[in-house]
């Protein structure tokens, strides 16, 4: 049974650049969050996906968005990359409310740092 | 922000238990307390939940006061491989209408041998 899935494991970027980001839910999983964690913090939340609609958003900009697919995984897109989005990227999936148990399975992140 | 408060870092000797605190002293009727860690460089590992009562799996114990104010998550027996930062967070039950996770800064444990 394959866990979360992220592609890819690195990526270097500059400044003003444009990244997608990759997330493949666990088996069987409907619902997709993503994450932004900064060297030395807990993880921040950033938007949730499911029935390929953003369900809820945390406080971030418009420059990040999302897209979740048919086969409920997901992507994540940030543009006009900033320094400060440096940080490691961690998606979680899990099964929507009401329909379970909805512990949140996270995948090994993207490190992505922008130069 | 997040709704816990959680000591920066902890030591614990290898086969010893490891005991670490959360307060959540603003927690409502209908939140549960859930604990997640992180091995450097993965992503976090899901631990244990629990709302009043205390629970116990493969990998821990939940202890939850009878307020709810505050709880400890148990190690019985550390061994090095738990070295990681250890995050308690405080979350609507299901049926709620929010599934995200509001992370603190956790507690680094340091096992040693």
């Known amino acids: 049974d394959a866990g979360v899935t992220q592609s890819p494991t690195h990526l270097i970027k500059t400044r003003g650049q444009q990244v997608t980001l990759r997330c493949s839910p666990k088996s069987g999983h409907d619902t997709v969050s993503w994450y932004q964690q900064a060297l030395g913090q807990g993880p921040q939340f950033i938007f949730q996906?499911?029935?390929?609609?953003?369900?809820q958003r945390g406080n971030f900009p418009d420059r990040f968005s999302g897209h979740q697919f048919p086969n409920y995984s997901s992507e994540l897109n940030v543009n006009a990359l900033l320094l400060g989005d440096s940080a490691l990227y961690l998606c979680a999936s899990s099964l929507a409310l009401g329909r379970g148990y909805n512990e949140q399975f996270f995948g090994p992140g993207t490190r992505l740092t922008v130069l | 922000d997040a709704k816990t408060t959680q000591p920066t870092s902890m030591d614990c000797a290898e086969g010893r238990a490891a005991n670490l605190p959360c307060n959540h002293s603003t927690i409502s009727g209908n939140e549960y307390v859930y604990w997640y860690r992180q091995i450097h460089s993965q992503g976090p590992q899901y631990i244990i939940h629990g709302l009043k009562n205390n629970e116990t799996n493969e990998m821990a114990s939940l202890i939850i006061t009878e307020d709810r104010k505050s709880s400890t998550l148990i190690l019985p027996h550390a061994t090095l491989r738990d070295t990681a930062v250890y995050y308690c967070i405080v979350r609507p039950a299901l049926g709620g209408n929010t599934d995200k996770l509001i992370f603190g800064t956790g507690t680094r444990l340091q096992v040693f041998p």
């Open positions: 996906y499911y029935e390929e609609e953003e369900r």
